[in-house]
C-alpha cells in the first residue's frame, strides 16, 4: 500500500523567540538522554546530553530538562535563530539508543 | 563534521539485488551503530558492533547482515531489495564501551538507497 508521511509535530517561533521541545520517553530503566538535530541532507547532530541523576543541564544557548517521575524531556533554545531551523530528536538510552518521532523546528525571521 | 564517514552517498538499484554500505568510524571509536531511517518509521535501530564483535541487534530483516572489521570500519550488506527497503541508513560511532549506552552517537550524512 502507499506509505504515508511521518506526520511531525511543528514548532514556529520567531527569531530571538525561546523554543521548547518536548518529547516523552518510555523506558523507566532508560538512564542516558540524548537531544539530536538534524538538518534536511545530514545525519543527525548531537546536542545535548543527560544522565539519569541530573534533572538540569545546560550548553551553550541549550538547557535540557529531565523529569524522571513522569518520564518527560525538554529541550530549551535560548534567542532561536533562523539556522536552528530543523528536526530535534529526543533519545533514550540504555542497551542502545531509541530515538523519539522528532519535532520540527521553523524559525522565521 | 562528525568524523564518521558512509559511502556511497546515493544508491539507487532494481529490486531483488544486493548492496553493500560502508562505514569508516571516527577516530579511536570502537562502537559502531546502523540504524534506516524512513519516512513512516523515523529512526530505527538496526545493529551494534564493538570492536568486531556484534553487540546488540535492533529491528533488523534475515535479508540484512552487518560485520565490523579490525580496521573497525563496518558494512552494511542489503539483499534481495524490496521496495520497502528504500531509506536513508545512517551509521554512527561512539567512544562508549560499556554495555549500556552512557555516551553520545555521532552519526554521518547517510546513505540514500532508492530501490525501484
Known amino acids: 500500500g502507499e506509505s504515508v508521511g511521518l506526520h511531525l509535530p511543528t514548532l514556529s517561533v520567531q527569531e530571538g523567540d525561546n523554543s521548547i521541545i518536548n518529547c516523552a520517553y518510555s523506558?523507566?530503566?532508560?538512564?542516558?538522554f540524548i537531544w539530536y538535530k538534524q538538518e534536511s541532507g545530514k545525519g543527525p547532530q548531537f546536542i545535548i546530553d543527560i544522565r539519569s541523576n541530573m534533572d538540569k543541564r545546560q550548553g551553550q544557548r541549550v538547557t535540557v530538562l529531565l523529569n524522571k517521575t513522569v518520564k518527560h524531556l525538554s529541550l530549551q533554545i535560548a534567542a532561536t535563530q533562523p539556522g536552528d531551523s530543523a528536526v530535534y530528536f529526543c533519545a533514550e538510552g540504555y542497551s542502545t539508543l531509541t530515538f523519539g518521532k522528532g519535532t520540527m523546528l521553523l524559525v522565521s525571521p | 563534521d562528525s568524523g564518521v564517514t558512509q559511502t556511497p552517498k546515493h544508491l539507487i538499484t532494481a529490486t531483488g539485488q544486493r548492496v553493500t554500505l560502508r562505514c569508516s568510524p571516527r577516530?579511536?571509536?570502537?562502537?559502531v551503530y546502523w540504524y534506516q531511517q524512513s519516512l513512516d518509521q523515523g529512526l530505527q535501530f538496526l545493529i551494534q558492533?564493538?570492536?568486531?564483535?556484534?553487540?546488540a541487534k535492533g529491528n533488523i530483516l534475515e535479508r540484512f547482515s552487518a560485520q565490523q572489521f579490525p580496521d573497525l570500519h563496518s558494512e552494511l550488506n542489503l539483499s534481495s531489495l524490496e521496495l520497502g527497503d528504500s531509506a536513508l541508513y545512517f551509521c554512527?560511532?561512539?567512544?562508549?564501551?560499556?554495555?549500556?549506552?552512557?555516551?553520545?552517537?555521532?552519526f554521518g550524512n547517510g546513505t540514500r538507497l532508492t530501490v525501484t
Open positions: 554512527a560511532s561512539s567512544a562508549g564501551t560499556a554495555a549500556l549506552v552512557n555516551s553520545p552517537l555521532h
Open positions: 577516530s579511536g571509536d570502537l562502537s
Open positions: 558492533y564493538y570492536n568486531g564483535e556484534e553487540r
Open positions: 523506558n523507566s530503566a532508560s538512564d542516558y
